[in-house]
């Protein structure tokens, strides 16, 4: 048990700010849009509860660790919207009570242990529940880097709240969406607001695996790393296949649009004069395994190297991110960080022209004297 504080809060954050420029040669000052001031402003508390076994198995040869951890956080520190009459956007804020509980797993075996050959396997998950438990506004806070999730009471924080697809109306190809009361309507101002408590930007499970071989002075590490139980919204696969973005480069399955004689088509008909329509039609499940990195490695003997006073001396050849496998997603899901120039977008809540992984292959020397 203990508590922490969290004080990453920018230099002058609790004071308003003003801006000095310049019009028609003239000097001005003006308050500065993106620092209202908040002199509430504290530290964001933490107390963590946990418990765990360490434990050794069978002469050493397994390892592992269990935890059970409860995390609440106080106060914590968020952007709230002020309102647009007040000249400023976001507040920085303690704005309400947050708890994530879960449970971490580590484990490590030894299969093969002799003298020239060794081989050892290991992995880790990390499950995690995540809850808004108090707000210190009167309504649910919208967060303004994704604006399309909220932070509401009893849900995990930044839950979608978006309206629900419903499909193509056959008879003449428009998209449809659900209203409140459940039926279908293909005006999109009539299309009801929905919670999806089942379907949250963040991973609710996470981890690694690994695997060590080595034959004398040869060596071959494996590690992996998955995430899922999240679903991202994405923005990428919008601009390909929405029925408003036929003048930009389309995937080829965008294609399968409606018309009188293909009713039954993904998509609906072509329209230049729609607007682009938010909805969960663009929420895909994140899950995905992806090979993060393989190095294979070789030591040259003592007896080899000794000559030149070195003590020890490696060839390795490493590379990193060659694949990854995603089936409910199109695209690389672990690059939901968006345009630079945006600056909205939270990582692994919306994908907008992300750059991908980088996948490389490095060769190098490690020389010990």
């Known amino acids: 048990m203990g508590t922490s504080g969290n004080d990453q809060i920018p230099n002058y954050e609790h004071l308003p700010l003003y801006v000095i420029s310049g019009y028609d040669n003239q000097g001005s000052i003006f308050p500065n849009p993106e620092s209202p001031g908040n002199e509430d402003l504290t530290w964001e508390k933490n107390t963590n509860y946990s418990i765990g076994v360490d434990f050794v198995l069978f002469k050493n040869r397994l390892n592992g660790t269990f935890d059970y ?24 804020s303690n704005i ?8 971490e797993l580590m484990l490590h075996y030894d299969i093969i242990k002799t003298k020239n050959v060794n081989w050892s396997v290991g992995g880790n998950i990390t499950l995690n529940k995540n809850k808004v438990t108090k707000l210190v506004t009167d309504q649910d806070v919208p967060d303004l880097g994704t604006f399309n999730t909220y932070y509401s009471i009893g849900r995990p924080i ?13 008879d003449n190809g428009d998209e449809l969406w659900y209203k409140k009361d459940g039926s279908t309507t293909n005006n999109y101002n009539e299309a009801g607001l929905f919670y999806l408590d089942d379907k949250t930007p963040n991973p609710t499970f996470y981890g690694g695996l690994n ?24 923005n990428q696969w919008l601009v390909a296949h929405d029925a408003s973005s036929v003048y930009q480069n389309m995937a080829e399955d965008a294609s399968d649009f409606w018309t009188p004689t293909n009713k039954d088509a993904t998509y609906p008909k072509p329209d230049l004069n729609k607007p682009t329509y938010d909805s969960d039609k663009w929420l895909q499940k994140a899950n995905y395994i992806r ?49 630079e120039e945006s600056g909205f977008v939270v990582p692994g809540t919306i994908s907008l022209y992300s750059y991908p992984q980088t996948r490389a292959i490095t060769f190098g020397l490690n020389v010990t004297f």
């Not at 139980?229 to 994405?234: L, T, V």
């Not at 490493?318 to 409910?328: D, E, G, S, T, V």
């Open 69 to 92: 951890y409860n995390k609440f956080t106080h106060a914590l520190l968020l952007g709230k919207p002020l309102s647009p009459t007040t000249g400023y956007g976001l507040q920085t």
């Open 96 to 103: 309400g009570n947050m708890t994530n509980h879960g449970i």
């Open 158 to 170: 930044d839950i979608y709240y978006m309206q629900k697809y419903a499909g193509i109306d056959p």
């Open 211 to 234: 695997t060590q071989v080595s034959y004398k002075g040869i060596q071959l590490g494996i590690d992996v790393y998955y995430s899922g139980g999240n679903y991202i919204y994405n």
């Open 291 to 339: 090979l993060r990195n393989v190095t294979l490695a070789y030591n040259l003997p003592l007896s080899l190297i000794s000559k030149a006073k070195m003590q020890a001396l490696q060839v390795y050849v490493q590379a990193q991110n060659l694949w990854y496998y995603a089936p409910n997603y199109e695209g690389d899901p672990e690059v939901g960080i968006g345009s």
